[in-house]
């Protein structure tokens, strides 16, 4: 069974970091584009930060650019998410997602994990 499962969500306050992690079983996550996405109450679904699986290229949303950075642990299975500088608007529920192709269009992705919440406040 094909499963991806999110954690490290939490309750920050603004300028603090966390650290998402993204885990698989089932499949190899190496072999897929990952992404991670985030939707706050009321609000679409939004593209983040993603990277590939070819050569490892990664993008970001101009939101978050310069203060997330994605990256792979092949040896784990896992995709991180590390998260700097957070702001209230940062927060919402944060998705991985595994696909063929890097974008931030949650349409292009197939497998999907449940969430974490990440609440940034003071």
């Known amino acids: 069974q094909l499963q991806l499962v999110e954690s490290g969500g939490g309750l920050v306050q603004p300028g603090g970091s966390l650290r998402l992690s993204c885990a698989a079983s089932g499949f190899t996550l190496d072999y897929y584009a990952i992404g991670w996405f985030r939707q706050a109450p009321g609000k679409e679904r939004e593209g983040v930060s993603c990277i590939s699986s070819s050569d490892g290229s990664t993008y970001y949303s101009d939101s978050v650019k310069g203060r997330f950075t994605i990256s792979r642990d092949n040896a784990k299975n896992m995709v991180h998410l590390q998260m700097n500088s957070l702001k209230p608007e940062d927060t919402g529920v944060y998705y991985c997602?595994?696909?063929?192709?890097?974008?931030?269009?949650?349409?292009?992705?197939?497998?999907w994990g449940q969430g974490t919440q990440v609440t940034v406040s003071s």
């Open positions: 997602a595994a696909g063929s192709e890097p974008t931030m269009s949650p349409n292009d992705y197939d497998y």
